[in-house]
């Protein structure tokens, strides 16, 4: 047991089972990390036009009225960049930019993650 925690600390070597224990790196190799993540979509409240935008939520300006919205606008839903379908298992959080925003795609797998730091 001792040889295996200091495995993961990297005094040890490899893991009882023969692993790289040292790697404390939890990233899913199907996930992509950073960036702006898909696009998303959105509806102007104060004209109902469809907004699209790409990268964080700062401001978002509604192409039919012209209404510029700074970080206050959360999207109804993401595109897949994938397989361009509608993606509902989304949290993006435009007021604060601190929590992990992520985006999910049911149909193709797609996933995103920021990083908040």
Same mark, same amino acid.
């Given at each position: 047991?001792?040889?295996?925690?200091?495995?993961?600390?990297?005094? =040890?070597?490899? /893991? @009882?089972? =023969?692993?790289? @224990?040292?790697?404390?790196?939890?990233?899913?190799?199907?996930?992509?990390?950073?960036? /702006?993540? %898909?696009? !998303?979509?959105?509806?102007?409240?104060?004209?109902?036009? @469809?907004?699209?935008?790409? =990268? %964080?939520?700062?401001?978002?300006?509604?192409?039919?009225?012209?209404?510029?919205?700074?970080?206050?606008?959360? %999207?109804?839903?993401?595109?897949?960049?994938?397989?361009?379908?509608?993606?509902?298992?989304? @949290?993006?959080? %435009?007021?604060?930019?601190?929590?992990?925003?992520?985006?999910?795609?049911?149909?193709?797998?797609? !996933?995103?993650?920021?990083?908040? !730091?």
């Amino acid at each position: 047991m001792l040889r295996r925690v200091l495995g993961w600390f990297g005094g =040890g070597g490899d /893991d @009882a089972d =023969g692993s790289d @224990a040292g790697d404390l790196e939890w990233t899913d190799p199907n996930t992509e990390y950073g960036g /702006d993540g %898909p696009p !998303r979509r959105y509806t102007c409240p104060e004209c109902d036009a @469809a907004i699209e935008s790409t =990268g %964080p939520d700062e401001q978002v300006t509604c192409p039919e009225c012209h209404t510029a919205f700074k970080g206050v606008l959360v %999207p109804d839903f993401a595109i897949c960049p994938d397989c361009e379908s509608r993606i509902e298992d989304v @949290a993006f959080y %435009p007021e604060t930019r601190r929590d992990t925003e992520f985006a999910a795609c049911s149909t193709c797998g797609y !996933r995103w993650e920021s990083d908040p !730091r």
